[in-house]
């Protein structure tokens, strides 16, 4: 386990269509985040999970968009009734609980999303 | 990302320094970060400064820290044009134990022959 896997690369979908994305950490890391990164912007905080439990889902976007991380390791990001605002890079991270001294994230390389 | 401020791009000549600057929020941040993001890609962890530390210095990376003014720095000695990348600082913010990694809106460093 080299890094952080995320798949699909790109996604196209037609407006209204449901999409999901997986994301699998790097194996020993705990937390497990979820960004959303538009043209020109830095990465936009959605949620992120320790271990299997969603510990703030206050920043996902609208109702549309839910998140999964039933077994503690890979995740899933799903928006529903996609929209052409939902148009971005969606990445992923890992780290290790803050708490030590290794508050570092480790990102993936991010599904691109087009919605036409 | 706007409780993190960077100047939003930077063009050098090849060989020169380049020097990317952010003011961050929270006087209380423990770690603040820099990180490359290369196109098409990820963010890449370059360097990270604890908040005790005024400077860090890692290879061709020197990290500066003004706490009194919330100022950090990411000086790039003799910049090749490999260095050409957006360059985001970082901290965590956040309150009552939950703490939420925060990004600047990036600097692009352009790098020329």
């Known amino acids: 386990d080299t890094g952080v896997s995320q798949n699909p690369r790109h996604k196209i979908t037609k407006r209204g269509q449901n999409v999901t994305f997986r994301c699998d950490p790097i194996?020993?890391?705990?937390?497990l985040y979820w960004y959303r990164q538009t043209l020109g912007q830095g990465p936009e905080f959605l949620t992120y999970?320790?271990?299997?439990?969603?510990?703030?889902k206050s920043r996902l976007l609208s109702d549309r968009f839910s998140a999964e991380r039933p077994k503690g390791s890979f995740s899933t990001l799903e928006i529903q009734r996609t929209e052409q605002g939902d148009s971005a890079m969606y990445l992923c991270a890992s780290s290790l609980a803050p708490g030590r001294r290794n508050e570092k994230l480790f990102f993936g390389s991010g599904t691109q999303l087009s919605v036409l | 990302g706007e409780d993190v401020e960077q100047s939003l791009f930077l063009s050098v000549r090849e060989g020169d320094s380049s020097v990317i600057n952010c003011t961050y929020t929270?006087?209380?941040?423990?770690?603040l970060y820099w990180y490359k993001q290369e196109p098409g890609a990820g963010l890449q962890l370059l360097t990270y400064i604890f908040s005790n530390m005024d400077m860090k210095q890692d290879q061709r990376l020197t990290v500066l820290l003004n706490k009194k003014d919330k100022h950090l720095s990411l000086r790039i000695a003799d910049t090749q044009t490999g260095d050409s990348a957006i360059y985001f600082c970082a901290e965590w913010l956040g309150s009552g134990g939950s703490y939420i990694p925060t990004f600047g809106r990036g600097t692009s460093l352009i790098v020329h022959p």
């Open positions: 194996s020993e890391h705990n937390r």
């Open positions: 999970f320790q271990n299997e439990a969603q510990l703030e």
């Open positions: 929270d006087s209380s941040s423990t770690y």
